[in-house]
Protein backbone atom coordinates (compact mmCIF):
# COMPACT_ATOMS: atom_id res chain seq x y z
CA UNK A 1 0.00 0.00 0.00
CA UNK A 2 2.78 2.39 1.04
CA UNK A 3 4.10 1.70 -2.42
CA UNK A 4 1.36 2.46 -4.15
CA UNK A 5 0.47 5.54 -2.61
CA UNK A 6 4.40 6.84 -2.71
CA UNK A 7 3.84 5.98 -7.10
CA UNK A 8 0.42 7.60 -7.07
CA UNK A 9 1.88 10.88 -4.92
CA UNK A 10 4.53 11.52 -7.23
CA UNK A 11 2.24 10.87 -10.82
CA UNK A 12 0.26 13.37 -9.13
CA UNK A 13 2.90 15.90 -8.51
CA UNK A 14 4.20 15.49 -11.93
CA UNK A 15 0.69 16.28 -13.24
CA UNK A 16 0.80 19.60 -10.95
CA UNK A 17 3.84 20.48 -12.17
CA UNK A 18 2.68 19.99 -15.71
CA UNK A 19 -0.24 21.92 -15.34
CA UNK A 20 1.56 25.44 -13.19
CA UNK A 21 4.52 25.12 -15.62
CA UNK A 22 1.88 25.31 -18.34
CA UNK A 23 0.09 28.19 -17.26
CA UNK A 24 3.09 30.53 -17.91
CA UNK A 25 5.20 31.55 -20.83
CA UNK A 26 8.30 33.60 -21.09
CA UNK A 27 8.47 35.98 -24.12
CA UNK A 28 11.79 37.23 -25.40
CA UNK A 29 12.36 40.85 -25.86
CA UNK A 30 12.29 41.50 -30.02
CA UNK A 31 9.54 38.80 -30.07
CA UNK A 32 5.99 38.38 -29.85
CA UNK A 33 3.92 35.29 -29.37
CA UNK A 34 0.98 34.15 -31.49
CA UNK A 35 -1.71 32.19 -29.11
CA UNK A 36 -4.40 29.96 -30.72
CA UNK A 37 -6.58 27.82 -28.96
CA UNK A 38 -8.22 24.56 -30.52
CA UNK A 39 -6.17 25.67 -33.67
CA UNK A 40 -8.23 28.91 -33.96
CA UNK A 41 -6.43 32.81 -33.47
CA UNK A 42 -6.74 33.50 -29.54
CA UNK A 43 -4.32 37.02 -29.15
CA UNK A 44 -0.75 37.65 -28.97
CA UNK A 45 1.57 38.07 -25.68
CA UNK A 46 4.27 40.34 -25.62
CA UNK A 47 8.04 40.61 -24.25
CA UNK A 48 7.79 39.29 -20.33
CA UNK A 49 6.33 36.48 -18.32
CA UNK A 50 2.51 35.63 -19.76
CA UNK A 51 -0.43 33.46 -18.58
CA UNK A 52 -1.64 31.05 -20.92
CA UNK A 53 -4.79 28.39 -20.61
CA UNK A 54 -2.92 24.96 -20.08
CA UNK A 55 -3.55 22.58 -22.63
CA UNK A 56 -5.81 24.78 -24.42
CA UNK A 57 -4.19 27.74 -25.52
CA UNK A 58 -1.04 26.78 -28.10
CA UNK A 59 1.80 29.39 -29.03
CA UNK A 60 1.08 28.85 -32.85
CA UNK A 61 4.32 31.32 -33.75
CA UNK A 62 7.01 32.89 -32.33
CA UNK A 63 7.24 37.01 -34.74
CA UNK A 64 10.35 38.58 -34.38
CA UNK A 65 10.37 42.51 -34.93
CA UNK A 66 13.75 43.02 -35.09
CA UNK A 67 14.86 43.79 -38.55
CA UNK A 68 15.86 40.81 -40.88
CA UNK A 69 18.53 40.93 -43.93
CA UNK A 70 17.86 38.24 -47.01
CA UNK A 71 20.68 37.90 -49.86
CA UNK A 72 19.13 37.16 -53.27
CA UNK A 73 20.56 36.40 -56.16
CA UNK A 74 18.60 36.27 -59.81
CA UNK A 75 18.97 37.08 -63.41
CA UNK A 76 17.52 39.13 -66.02
CA UNK A 77 17.61 40.01 -69.56
CA UNK A 78 18.14 43.27 -71.36
CA UNK A 79 16.70 44.58 -73.99
CA UNK A 80 19.62 43.80 -76.27
CA UNK A 81 19.10 40.25 -75.05
CA UNK A 82 22.03 40.11 -73.16
CA UNK A 83 22.18 37.80 -69.70
CA UNK A 84 22.99 40.02 -66.55
CA UNK A 85 23.43 38.76 -62.67
CA UNK A 86 22.17 40.26 -60.02
CA UNK A 87 23.16 39.83 -56.42
CA UNK A 88 21.09 41.95 -54.22
CA UNK A 89 20.89 42.31 -49.84
CA UNK A 90 17.34 43.32 -48.75
CA UNK A 91 16.47 44.56 -45.02
CA UNK A 92 12.95 44.13 -43.69
CA UNK A 93 11.13 44.26 -40.54
CA UNK A 94 7.57 43.82 -39.28
CA UNK A 95 5.72 47.33 -39.53
CA UNK A 96 4.48 47.42 -35.85
CA UNK A 97 3.66 45.66 -33.37
CA UNK A 98 -0.18 46.12 -33.54
CA UNK A 99 -2.30 43.11 -33.24
CA UNK A 100 -3.85 43.34 -37.17
CA UNK A 101 -0.16 43.22 -37.81
CA UNK A 102 1.02 40.58 -36.44
CA UNK A 103 -1.59 38.45 -37.30
CA UNK A 104 -0.68 39.11 -41.24
CA UNK A 105 2.60 37.88 -40.49
CA UNK A 106 1.65 34.96 -38.34
CA UNK A 107 -0.89 33.57 -41.21
CA UNK A 108 -0.23 35.16 -44.48
CA UNK A 109 1.95 32.51 -45.48
CA UNK A 110 2.20 28.76 -43.99
CA UNK A 111 6.10 28.88 -42.94
CA UNK A 112 9.11 31.01 -43.48
CA UNK A 113 10.46 29.72 -45.77
CA UNK A 114 7.25 30.41 -48.30
CA UNK A 115 7.62 33.65 -47.55
CA UNK A 116 11.46 34.01 -48.24
CA UNK A 117 10.34 32.24 -51.73
CA UNK A 118 7.82 34.90 -52.63
CA UNK A 119 10.06 37.72 -51.84
CA UNK A 120 12.31 36.24 -54.07
CA UNK A 121 10.52 36.11 -56.71
CA UNK A 122 8.84 39.69 -56.60
CA UNK A 123 12.55 41.01 -56.19
CA UNK A 124 13.18 38.97 -59.31
CA UNK A 125 10.03 40.23 -61.48
CA UNK A 126 10.37 43.48 -60.63
CA UNK A 127 14.24 44.06 -61.72
CA UNK A 128 13.52 41.84 -65.04
CA UNK A 129 10.87 44.40 -65.82
CA UNK A 130 12.84 47.06 -65.28
CA UNK A 131 15.69 45.34 -67.01
CA UNK A 132 13.76 44.35 -70.09
CA UNK A 133 13.46 48.38 -71.44
CA UNK A 134 17.07 48.95 -71.11
CA UNK A 135 19.87 47.98 -73.42
CA UNK A 136 23.49 46.45 -71.24
CA UNK A 137 25.73 49.31 -71.47
CA UNK A 138 22.24 51.51 -69.64
CA UNK A 139 22.79 49.16 -66.89
CA UNK A 140 25.78 49.94 -64.90
CA UNK A 141 25.19 53.54 -64.78
CA UNK A 142 21.14 52.69 -63.24
CA UNK A 143 22.05 50.89 -60.54
CA UNK A 144 19.84 53.46 -58.08
CA UNK A 145 16.85 53.79 -60.79
CA UNK A 146 16.76 49.71 -60.30
CA UNK A 147 16.76 50.16 -56.69
CA UNK A 148 14.00 52.67 -56.66
CA UNK A 149 11.76 50.69 -59.28
CA UNK A 150 12.00 47.50 -57.04
CA UNK A 151 11.39 49.39 -53.73
CA UNK A 152 8.26 51.25 -55.05
CA UNK A 153 6.99 47.79 -55.91
CA UNK A 154 8.29 45.76 -53.05
CA UNK A 155 7.03 47.86 -50.13
CA UNK A 156 3.56 47.84 -51.01
CA UNK A 157 3.51 44.25 -50.91
CA UNK A 158 5.27 43.75 -47.99
CA UNK A 159 2.97 45.81 -46.29
CA UNK A 160 0.22 43.77 -46.86
CA UNK A 161 2.03 40.99 -45.64
CA UNK A 162 2.66 42.78 -42.73
CA UNK A 163 6.23 43.86 -43.22
CA UNK A 164 8.07 46.69 -44.54
CA UNK A 165 11.21 47.45 -46.60
CA UNK A 166 14.25 49.37 -44.81
CA UNK A 167 16.77 49.00 -47.36
CA UNK A 168 17.87 47.23 -50.59
CA UNK A 169 21.35 47.50 -52.14
CA UNK A 170 23.08 45.77 -55.67
CA UNK A 171 25.58 44.37 -54.31
CA UNK A 172 26.84 42.95 -57.35
CA UNK A 173 25.95 43.39 -61.28
CA UNK A 174 27.99 40.95 -63.59
CA UNK A 175 27.44 39.86 -67.56
CA UNK A 176 28.06 36.59 -69.19
CA UNK A 177 32.03 36.21 -69.93
CA UNK A 178 31.61 37.05 -73.47
CA UNK A 179 29.81 40.03 -72.79
CA UNK A 180 32.12 41.13 -69.99
CA UNK A 181 35.21 40.39 -72.58
CA UNK A 182 33.37 42.70 -75.24
CA UNK A 183 33.06 45.21 -72.74
CA UNK A 184 36.68 45.46 -71.97
CA UNK A 185 37.91 45.25 -75.25
CA UNK A 186 35.35 48.18 -75.83
CA UNK A 187 36.65 50.01 -72.44
CA UNK A 188 40.47 49.23 -73.97
CA UNK A 189 39.83 50.75 -77.08
CA UNK A 190 37.98 53.98 -75.75
CA UNK A 191 41.07 54.76 -73.79
CA UNK A 192 43.35 54.21 -76.69
CA UNK A 193 41.42 56.75 -78.72
CA UNK A 194 41.63 58.95 -75.74
CA UNK A 195 45.02 58.49 -75.50
CA UNK A 196 45.67 59.03 -78.95
CA UNK A 197 43.62 62.14 -78.73
CA UNK A 198 45.53 63.46 -75.89
CA UNK A 199 48.40 62.66 -77.84
CA UNK A 200 47.76 64.44 -80.89
CA UNK A 201 46.03 67.34 -78.90
CA UNK A 202 49.55 67.77 -77.08
CA UNK A 203 51.31 67.40 -80.53
CA UNK A 204 49.59 70.14 -81.74
CA UNK A 205 49.78 72.65 -78.67
CA UNK A 206 53.45 71.84 -78.67
CA UNK A 207 54.26 72.75 -82.32
CA UNK A 208 51.36 75.73 -82.06
CA UNK A 209 53.93 76.79 -79.04
CA UNK A 210 57.15 76.62 -81.14
CA UNK A 211 55.67 78.18 -84.01
CA UNK A 212 54.44 81.16 -81.75
CA UNK A 213 57.50 81.07 -80.46
CA UNK A 214 59.52 81.45 -84.01
CA UNK A 215 57.58 84.17 -84.94
CA UNK A 216 57.89 86.18 -82.30
CA UNK A 217 61.88 85.35 -82.59
CA UNK A 218 61.61 86.52 -86.59
CA UNK A 219 59.91 89.32 -85.39
CA UNK A 220 62.26 90.47 -82.71
CA UNK A 221 65.44 89.81 -84.91
CA UNK A 222 63.54 91.76 -87.80
CA UNK A 223 62.82 94.67 -85.29
CA UNK A 224 66.07 94.76 -84.08
CA UNK A 225 68.08 94.29 -87.49
CA UNK A 226 65.36 96.97 -88.49
CA UNK A 227 66.38 99.41 -85.55
CA UNK A 228 70.06 98.34 -86.23
CA UNK A 229 69.64 99.25 -89.92
CA UNK A 230 68.11 102.93 -89.24
CA UNK A 231 71.15 103.75 -86.49
CA UNK A 232 73.33 102.13 -89.16
CA UNK A 233 71.95 105.14 -91.76
CA UNK A 234 72.00 107.59 -88.85
CA UNK A 235 75.37 106.86 -88.15
CA UNK A 236 76.52 107.21 -92.21
CA UNK A 237 74.53 110.38 -92.63
CA UNK A 238 75.93 112.40 -89.22
CA UNK A 239 79.05 111.01 -90.59
CA UNK A 240 79.11 112.30 -94.19
CA UNK A 241 77.66 115.46 -92.86
CA UNK A 242 80.46 116.17 -90.63
CA UNK A 243 82.82 115.38 -92.79
CA UNK A 244 80.84 117.69 -95.45
CA UNK A 245 81.08 120.60 -92.85
CA UNK A 246 85.12 119.47 -92.22
CA UNK A 247 85.99 119.64 -96.05
CA UNK A 248 84.12 123.21 -96.07
CA UNK A 249 85.77 124.82 -93.21
CA UNK A 250 88.69 123.53 -94.79
CA UNK A 251 88.05 124.55 -98.14
CA UNK A 252 87.33 127.89 -96.76
CA UNK A 253 90.61 128.09 -94.72
CA UNK A 254 92.49 127.48 -97.39
CA UNK A 255 90.67 129.86 -99.79
CA UNK A 256 91.30 132.58 -97.22
CA UNK A 257 94.94 131.52 -96.90
CA UNK A 258 95.59 131.95 -100.66
CA UNK A 259 95.76 127.74 -101.53
CA UNK A 260 93.96 125.98 -104.04
CA UNK A 261 91.02 123.58 -102.55
CA UNK A 262 91.96 120.81 -104.75
CA UNK A 263 95.15 119.96 -102.29
CA UNK A 264 92.21 119.18 -100.25
CA UNK A 265 91.28 116.80 -102.66
CA UNK A 266 94.92 115.29 -103.44
CA UNK A 267 95.48 114.53 -99.90
CA UNK A 268 92.31 112.93 -99.97
CA UNK A 269 93.33 110.42 -102.65
CA UNK A 270 96.35 109.72 -100.98
CA UNK A 271 94.69 109.00 -97.58
CA UNK A 272 92.75 106.46 -99.35
CA UNK A 273 95.36 104.97 -101.40
CA UNK A 274 97.21 104.13 -97.63
CA UNK A 275 93.97 102.69 -96.20
CA UNK A 276 93.46 100.33 -99.55
CA UNK A 277 97.24 99.02 -98.84
CA UNK A 278 96.47 98.84 -95.22
CA UNK A 279 93.15 96.80 -95.01
CA UNK A 280 93.80 95.40 -98.31
CA UNK A 281 94.56 92.12 -97.29
CA UNK A 282 96.34 90.80 -100.30
CA UNK A 283 93.61 91.70 -102.25
CA UNK A 284 94.29 93.43 -105.92
CA UNK A 285 92.93 96.67 -106.28
CA UNK A 286 93.20 98.55 -109.73
CA UNK A 287 93.76 102.18 -109.78
CA UNK A 288 94.46 104.78 -112.92
CA UNK A 289 97.60 106.37 -111.71
CA UNK A 290 98.28 108.43 -114.87
CA UNK A 291 98.11 112.00 -115.23
CA UNK A 292 94.80 111.46 -117.09
CA UNK A 293 93.53 109.43 -114.70
CA UNK A 294 94.70 111.53 -111.73
CA UNK A 295 92.78 114.54 -113.33
CA UNK A 296 89.90 112.79 -113.89
CA UNK A 297 89.50 111.59 -110.55
CA UNK A 298 90.41 115.09 -108.66
CA UNK A 299 87.78 116.87 -111.27
CA UNK A 300 84.95 113.87 -109.73
CA UNK A 301 85.87 115.12 -106.26
CA UNK A 302 85.54 118.05 -106.73
CA UNK A 303 82.44 118.01 -108.20
CA UNK A 304 81.17 115.42 -105.18
CA UNK A 305 83.38 117.76 -103.00
CA UNK A 306 81.36 121.19 -103.98
CA UNK A 307 77.70 118.97 -103.77
CA UNK A 308 78.94 118.39 -100.03
CA UNK A 309 79.75 121.85 -99.11
CA UNK A 310 76.32 123.15 -100.65
CA UNK A 311 74.15 120.60 -98.53
CA UNK A 312 76.39 121.27 -95.34
CA UNK A 313 75.68 125.08 -95.54
Known sequence: MLESFSISTIIVG????????GLFVTVNQGTISVVTMFGKYRRIMYPGLNFKIPFVETVFRRVSVQNQSIELQFQAITLDQANVNFKAMLLYSVIDQREETIKDVAFKFIDFGSLMQTLNRTVEGSVRGFVATKKQNEILALRKDIVNAVKEQLDEEL????????????NDIT??????AS???VVASSNLRAAAENEALALLIKKTKAAEADG???KISAE??????????EGIALFREEVAKGMAKAADEMKSAGLDSSFILFSMW????????????????FLDGSTDGLEKT???MTVLSHNKTIDAK
Not at 14 to 21: A, T
Open 14 to 21: LIVLSVVG
Open 159 to 170: RSWGYHLIDMQL
Open 175 to 180: FDETIM
Open 183 to 185: MAQ
Open 216 to 218: IAI
Open 224 to 233: AEKLAAKLRG
Open 270 to 285: TDAIKHFAETGKGNTI
Open 298 to 300: MKQ
